[in-house]
């Protein structure tokens, strides 16, 4: 476990390193053995509470103040945004795009200040912190704040064991103050506990000697998986953590029966879509000499369902586990790349859009089937599952699809039960607001509802890397926002999805915008021919695209990218079974269950995809060149 340490007299973190002095008193004929060593966490979260009842010279000092505050945190750091009056409204997500913070210190500011009677600050406190405690789930390993901005600091008093609560003057002084206070608690509060002692769930008091104060905490129960394994409180640090390098599904009879019927429901002649995508039960063992656990899985995937090595969901059986670094959940992903040549296109992607466009982990395992390798497989956290959990107070998660009419239309996943109507009619509402703006109006309203800057870096990224094949490949999450008068609104950010790069576009481009620029490419959302139409808005479109070229997606970066995709292929083609494996490689040279032949075509690839780029990166070099110099 990590575990914070302040003193409770000034809410600091002590100076001294206390590793040595932290014991564990275990209930009476319990033994434990136990590591401590003091470690820092990384930026993480941290929630900014406006206090209720300011006047506008008030909001606009504090606003600036909060600005300055964020310019000087840790690029990584999350910064949300909350005001506390009549209910906790959240104004801005858990981002690190500081813009839009300053968006929402606009709307702050220009709003208004109808709260007749706030809540007490005590009440206020815990919806804020209950968002910090939670958003991201128990994966990172990261700091987490909640700084009360309070006329009156002395008098606040909050006793939380998941979020350090800072209260402080609502200025810039006070907010120095915090910041000042997060970077001390973030560096010299936290140790690291490791402990080896019985298999069943106990509860244990953590103590200082020599220091008052105590902390009841509960140790879990040993993980099915790992029971009578030696006790080695070394090796259980999570930087020394090494993730397994195989994953394996195990059947009995039973179970062997309903899988394969799920793959015979997959073939041509005998396809049934509702039984080839039905959960099923089957066990998994998460390393190599593990027991199995029970675990549900269905086969993944659109097209590629009818692929031979088949894509697999799998829910684990009791608690999360780590099976990636910064990363614990029950529910994974594993997905065969059976249709990415040579396998190197998305998972490069990935790399590329990682923490902006596509936040989810992911690495390549070894995947196992009744004691026959699969080969190498992506391994993803869930999609919809983790976009829930990586923002606060998410309304909707829906998977767009090709347009019905003159609409957008969209798979709804969360919420997924109720009016699963509701989230697409809010989504046609903001069109049907957006139909008749055009210009500053259409910015504004835009940014109201839509992470505009992250959309436009999207649309931009599929020009550079010239994606024939996302119109259905993007997921917009919803969340709860306050529009500053007093009640809230949904604002959507997207997540890119199973991308593919220098493809054609459907049907010749026929569908898609018609970009008299040719700087948009197979745009065929009907928000993007509404926005990328407006002159205003394509001027901050064609900025994203320049930064895109010359800052997010270089050559270098690009270069980069690939041979770090092609370097993780190669290490694990090593192994004629896994090699052999690769039908879809063995269709590109059939000489590749050789693992040397293997390595060459995934470099062959990697190189392809290089000169793809290179081309396409001087074809929008001298579009952008062009648009610039009109007048």
């Not at 269905?298 to 780590?322: A, F, M």
């Not at 029950?330 to 590329?352: K, R």
Request: with cysteine.
């Amino acid at each position: 476990m990590t575990l914070g340490i302040l003193n409770q007299a000034t809410g600091a973190a002590f100076p001294q390193d206390l590793s040595a002095r932290l014991v564990a008193q275990p209930p009476e004929g319990i033994t434990i053995k136990m590591k401590v060593q003091r470690q820092p966490v990384a930026p993480g979260y941290t929630a900014l509470l406006l206090p209720p009842k300011q006047t506008a010279t008030e909001r606009t000092a504090l606003s600036q103040a909060i600005l300055a505050f964020a310019a000087k945190r840790p690029v990584d750091e999350r910064i949300a945004l909350y005001r506390h009056g009549d209910t906790v409204q959240l104004f801005s997500n858990f981002l690190t795009e500081r813009i839009k913070l300053a968006e929402a210190l606009d709307r702050y500011q220009k709003g208004i200040d109808s709260d007749s009677n706030p809540l007490p600050l005590v009440q206020a406190i815990g919806p804020a912190a209950s968002d910090v405690s939670e958003v991201g789930g128990a994966g990172p390993d990261v700091m987490r704040s909640l700084v009360v901005l309070a006329k009156d600091p002395q008098s606040v008093y909050i006793n939380l064991t998941n979020v350090y609560v800072i209260p402080v003057a609502p200025d810039a002084t006070g907010l120095s103050a915090a910041s000042g206070a997060i970077d001390d608690a973030r560096q010299n509060a936290f140790y690291k506990v490791a402990t080896c002692g019985p298999d069943a769930k106990f509860s244990a008091k953590l103590q200082v000697s020599n220091t008052q104060g105590d902390l009841s905490a509960s140790f879990l129960a040993t993980l099915p998986e790992e029971v009578g394994a030696p006790c080695n409180v070394d090796a259980i640090d999570t930087e020394k953590r090494v993730y397994t390098p195989r994953l394996e599904l195990v059947f009995d009879d039973t179970q062997r029966a309903a899988h394969d019927a799920r793959i015979r429901a997959t073939q041509t002649a005998t396809y049934d879509d509702v039984l080839a995508r039905s959960d099923f039960e089957t066990q998994i063992r998460l390393a190599p000499g593990q027991p199995t656990i029970l675990a549900t899985a269905h086969l993944h995937g659109n097209g590629s369902i009818r692929c031979e090595r088949k894509s697999y969901t799998i829910k684990l059986d009791g608690p999360d586990r780590y099976l990636m670094l910064g990363s614990a959940t029950d529910e994974y992903t594993l997905i065969s790349m059976c249709d990415d040549l040579a396998y190197m296109y998305a998972p490069t992607a990935y790399g590329l859009f990682a923490e902006d466009l596509f936040p989810l982990k992911r690495r390549f395992v070894e995947f196992v089937i009744d004691g026959k390798t699969r080969g190498i497989y992506l391994l993803l956290e869930k999609t919809k599952e983790e976009q829930v959990r990586d923002s606060a107070r998410v309304t909707s998660v829906m998977r767009r699809q090709y347009p019905q009419g003159a609409n957008d239309f969209f798979e709804v996943l969360h919420p997924d039960t109720g009016d699963l109507a509701a989230p697409l009619n809010r989504f046609r509402a903001f069109a049907a607001q957006i139909a008749p703006l055009t210009g500053d109006a259409l910015v504004s309203a835009l940014r109201n509802q839509l992470d505009l800057d992250q959309y436009l870096r999207y649309l931009a990224h599929q020009s550079v890397l010239r994606s024939g094949d996302y119109i259905d490949e993007v997921y917009f999450t919803g969340t709860e926002q306050a529009n500053g008068m007093g009640g809230t609104t949904e604002t959507y950010r997207v997540m890119a999805w199973d991308p593919e790069g220098y493809t054609n576009c459907h049907s010749g481009g026929v569908n898609a915008y018609p970009d008299a620029n040719n700087m948009a490419y197979c745009a065929e959302g009907k928000l993007d021919a509404k926005i990328l139409a407006d002159p205003k808005v394509y001027k901050i479109y064609s900025q994203k695209v320049d930064d895109a070229l010359n800052i997010t997606v270089t050559r270098a970066k690009m270069a980069a990218a690939l041979d770090q995709t092609k370097t993780s292929l190669q290490a694990l083609l090593v192994t004629p079974a896994i090699c052999a494996a690769m039908i879809e490689l063995l269709k590109i040279n059939p000489g590749a269950a050789d693992c040397a032949v293997a390595r060459s075509v995934v470099a062959a690839r990697a190189d392809a995809i290089l000169a793809a780029y290179d081309a396409r990166r001087t074809y929008l070099l001298a579009q952008l060149a062009t648009y610039k110099a009109k007048p």
